[in-house]
């Protein structure tokens, strides 16, 4: 499943040809993915204009003048691509194959640019757990409504990260990754993040939030460690990992940078460390971490 990084980064490659673009026709190429699509999905997008793209935590969101607001989320094997007039690909690169079957190309958007260019916006899914519905507003639909606070700029310090963990007997691990808490955060991420933060996965999440300077240290770091690889991770283009890609058909590669994620028996990296990468099943998820350094 793509993460937060991974979404931005999608984003970004759509950004420049969807903003301020106007969308001259829809084709939905079968009633659903994971869920069906709206009703009147293709008339109510034809002939709006594209006001902003965003993201919210791992959905991106596609503001329209005079609304609604289409939210789409990637699945496990959603992509976007995009062609010029001409039916080449953007450059891009680390390029490789991904499917270009008619069969797995569910929803094409052609669009108009200001200065009057068109391109096709191509979803491609081949397993079709991705979606796309409509909402009033970007916060307004149950899937959006509850999420907690990003974990990018600043919003994301270790007073707040404290506020969330108070009380938390779940694994630190666990409590990260609940949506509810922080929106976007992914099982990559926050293996990478707990390992910068030399802090175990295991470990009680409520106790980074006790009184004392140890604790208020910790969740400082903490909140330093999630900012950071989440940043790096956007700086470099994602991971890809499966099936996920930009949409240039470039690859990520934030995985060369991996301190811990399926590292399990090497070395650690960390200066000083003499231990090596454990792996263990947290909920059904494989933890990668260091038992030496991370306590």
């Known amino acids: 499943m793509p993460e937060l990084p991974e979404v931005e980064t999608v984003r970004r490659g759509l950004q420049p040809v969807l903003e301020g673009a106007t969308i001259a026709r829809v084709e939905a190429r079968r009633p659903d993915l994971r869920f069906p699509f709206p009703e009147k999905f293709s008339q109510r997008l034809t002939g709006k204009t594209i006001t902003a793209l965003g993201r919210r935590a791992k959905y991106l969101t596609m503001n329209l003048e005079g609304g609604p607001v289409l939210i789409c989320h990637l699945g496990m094997s959603g992509s976007f691509r995009i062609e010029t007039a001409d039916g080449s690909d953007m450059p891009g690169v680390f390029q490789h194959d991904r499917s270009k079957s008619s069969n797995h190309d569910h929803v094409v958007f052609h669009v108009v640019s200001p200065a009057g260019a068109r391109s096709r916006v191509i979803f491609n899914d081949p397993r079709r757990f991705g979606f796309m519905l409509f909402a ?114 470039s690859l990520g590669y934030f995985q060369h940078a991996f301190a811990v994620y399926d590292r399990e028996g090497e070395a650690c990296s960390k200066p000083g460390c003499s231990g090596h990468i454990e792996r263990i099943v947290q909920s059904g998820r494989s933890t990668f971490y260091c038992r030496t350094c991370q306590r």
């Open 136 to 249: 009033d507003g970007p916060v307004v639909h149950p899937m959006l409504a509850g999420l907690g606070v990003e974990p990018t700029g600043n919003t994301l310090d270790g007073t707040l990260l404290a506020s969330l963990m108070k009380g938390r007997r779940s694994p630190l691990k666990a409590a990260l990754l609940d949506q509810r808490l922080i929106a976007g955060l992914g099982n990559i991420y926050v293996s990478e993040a707990l390992w910068r933060a030399s802090l175990s996965p295991l470990r009680e999440a409520g106790t980074i939030a006790k009184p004392g300077k140890k604790a208020q240290a910790q969740s400082e770091h903490l909140a330093q460690a999630i900012r950071s690889v989440i940043s790096d991770a956007i700086a470099a283009g994602g991971s890809s990992l499966r099936d996920y890609m930009q949409t240039d058909g």
